[in-house]
């Protein structure tokens, strides 16, 4: 990618966007996700990566509170919250319109249109009126190129197609940052580079976007930063060049050798 096109990386005295300090996950007596704590900064793209078990769906799911951790303080945008409490459904609410969520499965309506899925949430989460709900719906089908699908239910579509819908049903809220749940995993490979365009225009517009993918490709040439987690633990981080061509820990080579020798 061309870094200039991308808009210069905020350094490290702003504030962040979103904030996870000491985030402590438990299932019964397994410690999913221990002690974490991350900043994330505008217009940043974070791939998550590690070997599977490590925690990295179960850390993104944090950040929205799919996943409910034990203890921590979780921070996104203007919203902070010391998580001693369970959260009330108005500060849930205040947190999921903060952050578009894109998962492995679409997980579209079914039973409704590309447009009044991308349209509807906007009515009920933001009070927005159909006729701005549908303007908006229409610019964001335009973005992702599925401007002639807008009448289309979303089983007639693509794999492809349906995750680009669901990115732009995310987009629609106008969220902080965006999460991506491996999103490319239930795709074949070129469907998945469909989405990964649709990904990397988003990341060169300057979208916060935090990304758990086992697509290192796009880790190495769209994120800013690339995080390895392993055990329930971030044990490396740096740049891609960092990260993947010079990994530090003999765990860190092991994981990206793997995975070259896939290749
Ligand atoms: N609801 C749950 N109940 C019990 N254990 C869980 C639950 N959710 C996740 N885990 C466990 O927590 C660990 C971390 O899971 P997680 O899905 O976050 O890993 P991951 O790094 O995203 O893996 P993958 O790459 O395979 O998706 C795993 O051992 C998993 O079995």
Do not use: C
Request: aromatic share 4%; net charge neutral; glycine share 6%.
């Amino acid at each position: 990618m061309n870094a200039d096109q991308k808009p210069a990386r905020a350094s490290a005295a702003a504030e962040p966007i979103v904030s996870l300090k000491n985030i402590d996950i438990r299932y019964g007596n397994f410690h999913a996700i221990k002690n974490v704590s991350l900043d994330v900064y505008r217009g940043e793209v974070v791939a998550m990566v590690g070997p599977s078990g490590a925690g990295k769906s179960t850390l993104l799911r944090a950040i929205n509170m799919l996943e409910t951790p034990v203890s921590g303080t979780l921070k996104v945008g203007n919203f902070s919250f010391t998580l001693d409490h369970e959260l009330s459904q108005k500060e849930l609410l205040l947190l999921r319109r903060s952050t578009g969520m894109v998962f492995q499965q679409f997980n579209l309506f079914p039973h409704m249109t590309v447009e009044k899925n991308i349209s509807l949430p906007q009515m009920r989460v933001l009070g927005r009126s159909k006729e701005e709900a549908d303007k908006v719906t229409a610019r964001l089908l335009e973005r992702v190129q599925l401007a002639d699908k807008a009448k289309s239910y979303p089983a007639r579509l693509s794999g492809g197609q349906q995750q680009r819908i669901a990115i732009a049903r995310a987009l629609a809220l106008d969220p902080q940052v965006m999460l991506f749940d491996e999103p490319t995993s239930a795709l074949d490979p070129e469907l998945g580079l469909e989405v990964l365009a649709v990904m990397r225009e988003l990341a060169n517009d300057g979208m916060t976007m935090i990304v758990v993918t086992h697509e290192i490709a796009f880790a190495a040439e769209v994120a800013d930063r690339v995080i390895v987690m392993a055990d329930g633990e971030i044990i490396e981080q740096g740049t891609p060049e960092e990260v993947i061509r010079n990994p530090r820990l003999p765990r860190t080579q092991k994981f990206f050798r793997a995975i070259l020798d896939r290749h």
